[in-house]
């Protein structure tokens, strides 16, 4: 039995690896292909050693495109600067797609002052299967060539160039690129070149500085060619918007529209599916169990967010080809194309309009200044026309519950919707009407006894879907963990005793109920007790620039309504006055008001983000606003331990605004914005 056992242990170790040892005989070694340019590199450059980083300095990097060839050259160039170099950058790692790539090298090699080591040898590269993106459960089995140098040393320049050959067939010899033109790390030499077949046309379009391509006819081919030295570093502000691009870059494209592109991708998605037997039982099912179209649509919605599972294979075409329908259903797990085209598919069965969305989850409306191409894309979503309606449906969002109406869709922004009718990116309103409703009540009944906290807090749309998603994928004790520190960052003793929520599946709202215990509620200070509060939502919401003098866009948390209720039941009576204040500005509304009677303190905060970002224009109204609503939005307690009037205690009431408000935002921000603001899960997946 043990001898069986460890056949069968060995035959999984051989199946496992003799496909990579396989791949190993696919590395070539030749000369440099005859249409590369070859460019001279001053390996001594020492011009942007003080802004080099990992302890090495980048001399040059080449990229050349022959169309024809359907071949990538690239050539890199590096300097180690000190140990920390050589512990980074010792070695050759270039990854490839097995499935239409080949790779071959052409130098490895270290140069050690006059001396020129000859480090290319094919018996020590090792076949690395690394899946980069297995967190997001996506495999593309691609491969990494690695060379583990050695005798490496700080002041060696190590230098090699390979080619790529095969362009992703998926494509049909249409060819899109880009070529950055600064990075964060200054470089010596950039050179970028690509070669044209007669008969082939491109668009190149510049982007930032970029300089223009020098432009050479020959008799079957135009060359184009980019070359700069000495560019320096360039180093982004903080919290800039995905979809902001500050970089020089050039763009290229074979596609002439937009209109083209849909039609490329109208054969990935037919229109024209016959519907197998599993496929109309599914269609039948939802026809019988609800009467209504919005009903059945958010059935079929429902049906393939939360019973198939996220999970893609994108080898080769499987990169943007999604798989058949059929298939999806009966795996019962796929891709966000995987998982369109099958709502698609059952939505169709249900005699619905709906056509596939291609979208850029990180650039969004960035998207409308781009060339047209097909590889602008990294996800995939629906649109339904119902009734006179536009619905937009993302199938890879768990969890989402409610009507039609209340079904949020992420801040994409814009996207290309796949139909016969497109000719052009569509521009997508915001679909997520959901809030955060928070109501904290303290009960304080002396100096001496724990103070006692009870938390209300209703969210809608895709609030309630993300605190949705964390009850169903964490354990109710981490989750408790999570409520609590949050807190804790403001109380430091205070405990947690309880923690329900409350799911509405019919309206879409997810109700949350935590109760607290705060035995340090009071702080001494001289002659009195102190205790401060503050819109603790908001405080992990509303964030500010370390950059404050800014030339670039800061990023904000966008859709987002908050409305924030804390009340206070005091002993006795205290001397409160009423107040009310609002701030506005192009980014938010904030409305803040505070009234006592009867021994009952009310504190409100109504807040909502009108954009997803602050430009540099807006920044001294932004940054005034926000040190305002620092002063102002925090109050204070100030009970006093021995002054007394004539001959009886007095209680004491400080609105002097809390002084702690900023401490506040910092340590809220670490802990609640952890599960309160996350990303859509595989957001960027395809």
Known sequence: MKGLLQSCILLVILFLYIPLFAQKKNIQIAPTPTWVTVNA????????????????????FERQVSLSQQEVYCRKAIRILSDAGVQNSSEVNVGFDPSYESITFHTIRIIRGKEVLNKLDRSKFKILQQEEELDKYLYNGSLSAVLFLEDVRKGDVIEYSYSLKGFNPIFKEKYTGNFAGNFSVPLGLLYYKLIVPKGRFVTIKREGQMIEPSVSQQPNETVYEWKLTDVPAFHLEDRVPSWYEPYNNVAISEY??????????????????????????????????????????????????????????EMGEGSHRPNNPDKVLAQRFGDCKDKSYLLLTLLRGLNMEAYPVLINTAYKKALLNWLPSATAFDHVTVQLKLKGQTYWFDPT???????????????????????????????????????????????????????????????????????????????????????????????????????????????????????????????????????????????????????EKRAMPFATSYPNRYTEDIVVELPGEWDISASRDEFKNANFFLETSSNYSKGVLQLHYKYESQKDHVSPEEMGKFLADMDRVDEESGYRLTWGLVDSIGGSSVDKFDTTSSIYSGLYVVLGVCVFITFLIRRWKQQNGR
């Open 41 to 60: 590199v001053n390996y001594s450059n020492s011009k942007g050693e003080k802004d080099a980083d990992d302890g090495y300095i980048d001399l040059a």
């Open 256 to 313: 002439t529209s937009w209109k083209e592109v849909n039609d490329w991708a109208q054969a990935l998605f037919p229109a024209s599916v016959s519907l197998s037997a599993s496929m109309q039982q599914k269609v039948a099912e939802i026809k019988n169990k609800y009467s209504t179209p919005e009903e059945q649509a958010v059935a079929a919605l429902r049906f393939v967010q939360d019973e198939v599972r996220y999970l893609g294979m």
């Open 397 to 547: 969002i768990n969890y989402q519950r409610g009507t039609i109406q209340q079904i949020a869709y992420p801040n994409y922004q814009c996207g290309l919707v796949i139909s016969p009718q497109t000719t052009g990116l569509t521009v997508i309103p915001l679909q997520d009407k959901g809030s955060v409703v928070t109501k904290e009540k303290f009960v304080v009944k002396d100096r001496i006894s724990p103070v006692r906290l009870m938390v209300t807090t209703k969210y809608t749309g895709s609030h309630a879907d993300n605190m949705r998603n964390d009850f169903n994928s964490s354990s109710m004790h981490d989750m408790k963990k999570v409520f609590e520190d949050f807190y804790k960052s403001y109380y430091e003793k205070l405990t947690i005793d309880s923690l329900q929520y409350a799911d509405n599946e019919q309206t879409g709202e997810l109700t949350t109920y935590e109760w607290y215990t705060i035995p340090n509620f009071w702080k001494k200070e001289k002659s009195s007790l102190r205790s401060s509060f503050s819109p603790f939502m908001l405080n992990s919401v509303i964030k500010t620039p370390n950059d």
